[in-house]
């Protein structure tokens, strides 16, 4: 049985709760539906781009076990040392449906695309630069992966703390509050009607004792 | 203004710093998990980690996930994919739809 006192005033608060709650259960659902159809998009995405860029590195990462094979490690670590290019990441958050998403732009230190090999030609293999080239050709897509996984991963974890909202109002706080209500309306109508009926009662003792009907009657049928 | 960062074995991404990013080679996964927290503390917004490594530190891999920053992304490494960074993808359709829908039984 529910806990509420069952006064006028407590049913005037319910169903104002009962309102809130219908609204926000709505709002919920709408965000949650939102959400859900850009993630989908987005993890389309997301699984495409991963794809390609497994696919790159898959390349690139041969091409780096060739060039390591072909040369000593000192020279594989003196080529590497003091790299000219240095490459930084300006983050702009987005608001997706009130979530914070990250979006990374790239500014590399030099324009100049040869400065991605740090080392001269002299020591090292021909495979180094063909895998240097490699990397570098994913190196946008990398960047771009980082910006979609980070989105799907953030959107997720905001989808599944929506559903579980949506889901409360909706089998929890909602049914609680219209149990609420339908028992305080009932007890209150049958208060009602009791004292109608006692009312009633008490008219009824009042005009006995005002007018004597009985011993009339009485004295009716024994006159 | 960020930064990003390579966290695995060393043959697997000596290559990187070419592009200019920062390179950590780790071997032991205490280290790693140490090196990952101090990355991620500091100014990265990216860090990229070999899927062999990330499958040794997972718990530390999903701390990250629900943080804006720093992106933790999970790549293959020079002795192969293991398919840990698809299953990563994976495992965020699981948790927003509720069973995967995307990727079908693969």
Same mark, same amino acid.
């Given at each position: 049985m529910p806990t509420v006192n069952p006064t006028r005033m407590e049913l005037t608060r319910l169903k104002g709760k009962l309102a809130t709650a219908t609204r926000g259960h709505k709002l919920l659902k709408d965000k949650r539906d939102e959400l859900m159809r850009q993630f989908l998009d987005l993890v389309r995405v997301n699984k495409s781009l991963r794809e390609r860029v497994e696919e790159g590195l898959k390349t690139a990462n041969k091409n780096f076990a060739l060039a390591r094979a072909a040369m000593s490690d000192e020279t594989v670590e003196v080529a590497f040392m003091a790299s000219k290019q240095e490459i930084e990441v300006e983050v702009t958050p987005k608001n997706v449906m009130s979530v914070n998403i990250p979006q990374f732009t790239v500014k590399t230190? %030099?324009?100049?695309? @040869?400065?991605?090999? @740090?080392?001269?030609?002299?020591? %090292? @293999?021909?495979d180094l630069d063909d895998a240097v080239h490699s990397l570098a050709e994913v190196q946008a897509d990398m960047v771009k992966l980082a910006e979609v996984e980070k989105a799907c991963q953030l959107m997720a974890a905001e989808i599944e703390k929506t559903r579980r909202r949506v889901n409360a109002l909706e089998h929890i706080m909602i049914p609680q509050y219209q149990r609420n209500i339908k028992y305080i309306s009932m007890k209150l109508d049958e208060n009602e009607r009791s004292t109608q009926i006692r009312l009633m009662k008490v008219k009824d003792m009042m005009l006995e004792e005002a007018h004597h009907y009985k011993e009339k009657e009485e004295a009716k049928a024994a006159g | 203004m960020y930064r990003m960062a390579v966290l695995g074995d060393k043959d697997s991404i000596y290559g990187y710093a070419a592009l200019g990013m920062e390179v950590c080679p780790v071997t032991d996964d205490a280290s790693a998990v140490h090196k990952l927290r101090e990355l991620a503390e500091g100014d990265f917004a990216v860090i990229y980690v070999t899927e062999a490594l990330a499958e040794r530190i997972p718990g530390e891999i999903n701390?990250?996930?629900?943080?804006?920053?720093?992106?933790v992304i999970l790549i293959p490494g020079v002795y192969g994919n293991t398919g840990a960074g698809i299953a990563n993808v994976k495992k965020s359709v699981e948790q927003a739809v509720g069973s995967d829908i995307i990727f079908g039984n693969n």
């Open positions: 230190r %030099t324009s100049d695309e @040869s400065d991605i090999y @740090s080392y001269g030609f002299a020591f %090292t @293999s021909g | 701390r990250y996930r629900e943080q804006m920053l720093p992106a």
